[in-house]
C-alpha cells in the first residue's frame, strides 16, 4: 500500500482519476438503488388455503388440514408447519428452512397436495396454493366512500380503479374489503316446496340445466361454414323465476311458484367504512422485489390521471390508509439529512483540533468519496436504500475519514515536527503509518463481516448492513493510500505560527483535552494496580448491568399511525359486531392528533365477521404534541373499558408479511387435549397479566362459539329412505346456500346465481324443522322425522403447531415494559405448572427470532474477537500484543450500558448490539495507533514508561477527534 501512496504523490492526476472513478459508478449506481423500508428478503413460505363451505372447525381440522399435513410433513426442510382450521376454512402454513428455495418448495408442495386431492370431502374447493413473498406486503389501502348505494360503489371502483391499477408494474394483487358484489338470489319458500313436493336437489339441477349456452358444432354449406349456437342462456335476472322445475297435475312448476328470485347482493361477510362513512378498500400489495415508493408513486399517478380526466365521477371520493411511502420516504430523508449533517459536524471537529482548512478539506474528501462508492457494491448485490443499509452508511460517516485523518496527521506532523517539505512529507509520513492504517481498516472491517454472515433471519436482513459497512471501510482505506496522501503533497501548507505557538500541540482546545488526560495517565502509570483493580471491577459490571435491563427486538419508530384490533365474542354477527366496533370508534375519535379512522371487519382470508381493526392515521409529527407511542397508550387506556366484553390491543401494523401474527410476545403450549391447553393457557395469561409492561394479553382459542348440531336418527331415515348424505347436503344448501348453482351473464360480466331457502326458515331449531329433505321413495321428509337439533358449543377455530394441537398466548409489551422480562416470567409460570410430558411448549414469531437473534449476535461478537487478534497478530509479530489491545474492548462495553440505563432505553437486540459492534472498532482503532506509535518510540530507543507517555500524547488528537465525530453523528 506504501508503494501505492508513492506512486499516487508522484501522479495526483492518476490518484485523483482512480477516485473519481468509483464517484462516478457510485453516482450511476444511486440512481438505480430502489428506495424501500426493509431490505429485499425472501424466505421460503408457502400457505394451503381450502374451503369448507358451512363446515364446523373439528370437521376442517379432520377432514381438510390434518390430510393436507400427513401429505406435505414429508416434504424436506420443513422447520414449521402450522394449521388454523375455522368455520368453512383450512389454512395450512409451511415455513422452510433458510437455504430451501422458495420455487421448488412450493412445487414439492403442490405435488403432495395433489395427491390427496381425492382424499378431501368432495364438497371441498380445490386447495389454493402460494409462495408467500415477506416483502409483497399490503403497501398501501385505497379508500373509496360515496353517497351511492354501496353496490353500486363497489361496481364502480371495480369498472373504473381496479382493473386499472391491477396492471400496473410492481403491483402483485388489489383486493377488496368491505365490497358488495352483485349476486342473482333464489330464494325458496320451505313450505310450498313441501306442497308440490319438491326437493332442493330437482330446483338446483333445474338451474343448471336450463341455463346453458352450448356450441353445436359447424354447418358445411358449401362455400362457407356456420357455427351452431344453442341459445339458452336467461337473458334477464327475472326470466330465473319462469325456469320450469317440475310439474303438477299436467300444469308446469315455475320457481316463483316456490320462491322468489332478487337481484341483490353476496351476502356481507366484511364491511369499512372511514369516520363511520361506508366505504370500499381497495388493499394494494406489491411484487415480490419490486421498489415500494416506485410502486406507490406510479399508482397515485394512475388514480390522479383518472379523476382529472373525468373517468371517476367526482362523487367518488378518495383517500389512502397505510400508505407506506410516507413513513418510508420521511425515514429516508431524515437518514440522508443525517449523512450530510455528520459530515458537516466530523469535519467541523477535524478543523478544531487541527487549525488548518487545507487539511480539513482533503480529511473530509474521504466522506462522500466513499459513501458514494459504497453505493455501485450495493446495487451490485441487489441492496436497496433502507433502514438496514443507510443505518450502516450514516455510521460510517465518522468511521471512514479517520483513515484520511491518521495519514494526513502523520503528513502533518511530518511537517510540522521535522521541516520536511509536503511531498517528502507526503511518503515518509504515509509509510511510517501505513502499516498501522491497514491493519486497523481491515481489523475494523471483520468487525462488520461476521453480522453480514450471520444466520437466521435476522441475518438475511442485517447481511446489507455487514458488506455496506465493510466495503465502505475499504473504498475509505483506498482513499487514504491515494488521494489523501496525493492532495497532501500539492495543497498541504502551514500556516505561520503565532509568537509563542509552537504548532498544533499549543493550541488551546489541545491544551484543554491534552493536559487533564496527560495528568490521569502519569497518575495512572504510578499507580497501575489501582487501575487493574477498576478495570476489573468495570469490566464486572457487564454482568449485573445488562441482566437488569429490559430486551427488546426493535425500536417502535413513529409511522404516524398504528392498528387498534377488536374481537367480539364467539357467534357475533356482521351486525353485532358493527355495534361494538362504533363504540370503539367513538372512544378514539378523542385522541389528539388524529386525521382519520379507517374501520375494517372480516378482512381476513377466512372472513371472520367476529374480529376487525381500526386504524388510527394521525397527522404527522411535527404536526401533533404528542408522539406516536403516547398515543397509543392514551388508547389502550381509552378502551380498557371494553376489555369485558371485547378483546382489544394496540398494536404497529406488520410491515412484514408471511406471518400469522405480528405481536411482540407470542407463546405457545402444544398437547393432545383442548380442554388442558385451555386450563393452562389461562393459567398463563392469568399471571402473565401481572407482569410489568404486558398489554393486550389474548389467545388464539375461543371456546363458547354456540352451535346448532343436528343428531341424525339412523334408523328413522333408513325407514323413511332418507341417507345421511342427503340430510346434510341439502341442509348445507337450504342453509349456507349454493353460491353457485348458476351464473348469470349481463355484457361481458359475470355473476353467481345464489340458491338458498328464505330466511324465516333459518333463524332458528323451530324455523329448521320445518324444511324437508329428499327421500327416494317418498320424496320430501320433515327434518324433524330423521334429525334432533340440539344447542351446542364449540371452538371458533383450532390451530396446530408441528401437527399437534396447540393455543398462542399472544400479547403487546407497553412502554416500561421489555420482551425479555415477559418470555422469562413466562418460563417461570410453565416451570410451577409442571405440565405432563405430553404437552410442550416455547417461543414463536418475534419472541423465536429474539432468542435467535441474540445467539447470532454473541456469535458474531465471538468472531470479531477471533478475526481481530489474527490480524493484529499478524501486524505486531506478536501473540502478546494483540491481548493487551483487545482487553480495552470489554471495559467499553459497561459504559454503553450504563448510557442506555440513564436514558431509560432497553437493549434492543438488532440496533443496540451493532452499536456497540461499531464501539469496539471504534475503541480498538484508537488502541492500535496508541499501542503502535508506542513501540515505534521504544524502538528508538525511548524508555518504557516515557514512550508510553509520548505514544499516548502524541495522537491525542486523533482520539478525542474521533470521539468528538461519533458524537457528532
Known amino acids: 500500500m506504501q508503494k501505492l501512496a508513492e506512486i499516487c504523490i508522484k501522479r495526483p492526476v492518476f490518484a485523483t482519476m482512480l477516485i473519481m472513478a468509483l464517484v462516478v459508478l457510485g453516482i450511476a449506481s444511486y440512481r438505480k438503488l430502489g428506495v424501500d423500508f426493509f431490505p429485499k428478503v425472501e424466505f421460503p413460505f408457502v400457505t394451503i388455503s381450502t374451503v369448507l363451505p358451512g363446515a364446523a372447525p373439528e370437521e376442517v381440522e379432520s377432514q381438510i388440514s390434518k390430510r393436507i399435513e400427513e401429505a406435505v410433513n414429508t416434504i424436506s426442510g420443513i422447520d414449521e408447519l402450522r394449521s388454523s382450521s375455522s368455520e368453512g376454512s383450512s389454512v395450512v402454513s409451511i415455513q422452510f428452512s433458510l437455504d430451501k428455495d422458495g420455487d421448488s418448495a412450493a412445487q414439492e408442495v403442490r405435488d403432495k397436495v395433489n395427491q390427496v386431492l381425492n382424499q378431501l370431502p368432495k364438497d371441498a374447493k380445490q386447495p389454493v396454493i402460494q409462495k408467500v413473498a415477506t416483502d409483497a406486503s399490503p403497501v398501501i389501502s385505497i379508500v373509496v366512500s360515496s353517497p351511492r348505494e354501496i353496490r353500486e360503489t363497489t361496481k364502480l371502483v371495480e369498472d373504473l380503479i381496479k382493473k386499472n391499477i391491477e396492471s400496473l408494474n410492481g403491483v402483485g394483487e388489489v383486493r377488496f374489503i368491505g365490497d358488495r358484489t352483485r349476486q342473482i338470489q333464489v330464494v325458496l319458500d320451505g313450505e310450498k316446496l313441501y306442497s308440490y313436493n319438491l326437493n332442493i336437489d330437482q330446483i338446483r339441477m333445474a338451474l343448471a340445466a336450463q341455463n346453458v349456452e352450448i356450441p353445436g358444432g359447424r354447418l358445411d354449406q358449401g362455400s362457407r361454414e356456420v357455427s351452431l349456437r344453442t341459445l339458452g342462456r336467461l337473458l ?28 341483490g347482493v353476496q351476502e356481507p361477510r366484511s364491511l369499512a367504512r372511514i369516520n363511520g362513512v361506508p366505504a370500499v378498500v381497495l388493499e394494494v400489495r406489491k411484487q415480490a ?79 462522500p468519496t466513499s459513501i458514494i462508492s459504497t453505493y455501485t457494491l450495493m446495487y451490485v448485490m441487489g441492496f436497496t436504500l433502507n433502514q438496514i443499509s443507510m443505518l450502516a452508511l450514516v455510521l460510517m460517516v465518522g468511521i471512514v475519514i479517520d483513515d484520511a ?34 491493519a486497523t481498516t481491515l481489523s475494523l472491517a471483520v468487525v462488520f463481516m461476521p453480522v453480514a454472515l450471520m444466520s437466521g433471519i435476522v441475518g438475511r436482513f442485517m447481511s446489507s448492513f455487514g458488506f455496506t459497512a465493510a466495503f465502505a471501510i475499504m473504498v475509505s482505506l483506498l482513499v487514504s493510500f491515494t488521494l489523501t496522501p496525493a492532495l497532501s503533497a500539492k495543497f498541504l501548507k502551514l500556516a505561520p505560527h503565532a509568537k509563542g505557538d509552537s504548532g498544533t500541540k499549543e493550541g488551546l482546545l489541545f491544551k484543554v483535552v491534552s493536559r487533564p488526560y496527560m495528568g490521569l495517565l502519569g497518575w495512572s502509570m504510578k499507580h497501575r494496580w489501582v487501575i487493574v483493580v477498576i478495570s476489573l471491577g468495570v469490566v464486572y459490571t457487564t454482568g449485573p448491568l445488562f441482566n437488569s435491563m429490559g430486551k427488546d427486538f426493535l425500536p417502535v419508530d413513529d409511522q404516524s399511525y398504528f392498528e387498534v384490533t377488536v374481537r367480539t365474542p364467539p357467534g357475533s354477527s356482521l351486525e353485532g359486531s358493527t355495534n361494538a366496533m362504533g363504540m370503539v370508534e367513538a372512544e378514539l375519535q378523542k385522541l389528539p392528533g388524529l386525521k382519520y379512522l379507517l374501520t375494517t371487519i372480516g378482512a381476513d382470508f377466512q372472513k371472520r365477521v367476529d374480529r376487525g381493526s381500526i386504524i388510527v392515521q394521525l397527522v404527522q409529527p411535527e404536526e401533533r404534541k404528542f408522539t406516536q407511542q403516547q398515543l397509543m ?28 401474527s405480528d405481536r411482540d410476545y407470542q407463546f405457545y403450549i402444544q398437547g393432545p387435549d383442548l380442554v388442558q391447553l385451555e386450563k393452562y393457557s389461562k393459567a398463563i395469561m392469568t399471571r402473565l397479566r401481572e407482569v410489568k409492561g404486558v398489554a393486550d394479553i389474548d389467545s388464539s382459542y375461543e371456546p363458547g362459539k354456540p352451535e346448532l348440531r343436528v343428531d341424525i336418527n339412523r334408523d328413522k331415515a333408513a325407514d323413511l329412505n332418507v341417507s345421511v348424505n342427503s340430510i346434510a347436503s341439502a341442509l348445507r344448501t337450504l342453509v349456507a346456500g349454493d353460491d353457485q348453482a348458476t351464473t348469470y351473464r349481463e355484457g361481458d360480466d359475470r355473476y353467481d346465481v345464489q340458491l338458498r331457502v328464505d330466511k324465516a326458515f333459518r333463524t332458528s331449531p323451530q324455523a329448521l324443522n320445518r324444511l324437508f329433505v329428499p327421500s ?25 403447531y408441528n401437527r399437534q394441537r396447540q393455543i398462542l398466548i399472544q400479547a403487546n409489551i407497553a412502554k416500561g415494559g421489555s420482551l425479555s422480562e415477559a418470555i422469562e416470567a413466562t418460563q417461570k409460570i410453565v416451570q410451577e405448572l409442571n405440565m405432563p410430558p405430553q404437552y410442550a411448549t416455547g417461543t414463536v414469531g418475534r419472541s423465536k427470532e429474539f432468542g435467535k437473534a441474540a445467539v447470532n449476535f454473541v456469535s458474531a461478537f465471538v468472531l470479531c474477537f477471533v478475526f481481530m487478534y489474527m490480524i493484529l497478530a499478524a501486524q505486531f509479530e506478536s501473540f502478546l500484543d494483540p491481548i493487551t489491545i483487545l482487553l480495552s474492548l470489554p471495559l467499553s462495553v459497561p459504559f454503553a450500558l450504563l448510557s442506555l440505563k440513564i436514558a431509560g432505553e432497553n437493549y434492543n437486540i438488532i440496533y443496540t448490539s451493532v452499536g456497540i459492534l461499531v464501539l469496539f472498532g471504534i475503541v480498538k482503532k484508537n488502541s492500535i495507533l496508541q499501542v503502535d506509535h508506542i513501540k515505534r518510540l521504544r524502538a528508538e530507543g525511548l524508555p518504557r514508561i516515557d514512550a508510553v507517555l509520548r505514544g499516548c500524547e502524541d495522537p491525542v488528537a486523533e482520539l478525542a477527534g474521533n470521539a468528538g465525530r461519533l458524537f457528532a453523528l
Open 236 to 263: 334477464r335476472p327475472e326470466d330465473f323465476a319462469e325456469i320450469i322445475i317440475g310439474t303438477a297435475n299436467g300444469a308446469p312448476i315455475r320457481i316463483r311458484d316456490v320462491g322468489k328470485v332478487v337481484d
Open 289 to 367: 422485489g419490486t421498489n415500494t415508493l416506485e410502486v406507490i408513486g406510479v399508482l397515485k399517478e394512475r388514480i390522479e390521471t383518472l379523476q382529472s380526466s373525468g373517468l371517476i365521477p367526482k362523487d367518488l371520493k378518495v383517500d389512502y390508509s397505510r400508505d407506506q411511502s410516507f413513513f418510508i420516504k420521511g425515514a429516508f430523508e431524515a437518514v440522508e439529512a443525517h449523512l450530510v449533517e455528520g459530515g458537516i459536524f466530523a469535519s467541523i471537529i477535524v478543523l478544531l483540533f487541527i487549525r488548518s482548512w487545507r487539511a480539513t478539506l482533503i480529511a473530509a474528501l474521504a466522506i
Open 405 to 438: 485523518i491518521v495519514v494526513l496527521e502523520n503528513i502533518f506532523r511530518f511537517q510540522e515536527e521535522k521541516g520536511m517539505s509536503p511531498t517528502l512529507a507526503a511518503i515518509e509520513g504515509t509509510r511510517e503509518i501505513g502499516l498501522a492504517v491497514l
Open 633 to 660: 397508550e392514551q388508547a389502550r387506556t381509552m378502551i380498557s373499558k371494553f376489555s369485558k366484553d371485547l378483546v382489544v390491543g394496540v398494536q404497529l401494523p406488520a410491515l412484514i408479511s408471511g406471518g400469522a
Open 776 to 800: 327416494t321413495t317418498l320424496g320430501n321428509v320433515p327434518v324433524s322425522n330423521v334429525a334432533t337439533l340440539r344447542d351446542a358449543t364449540g371452538p371458533s377455530a383450532i390451530d396446530r
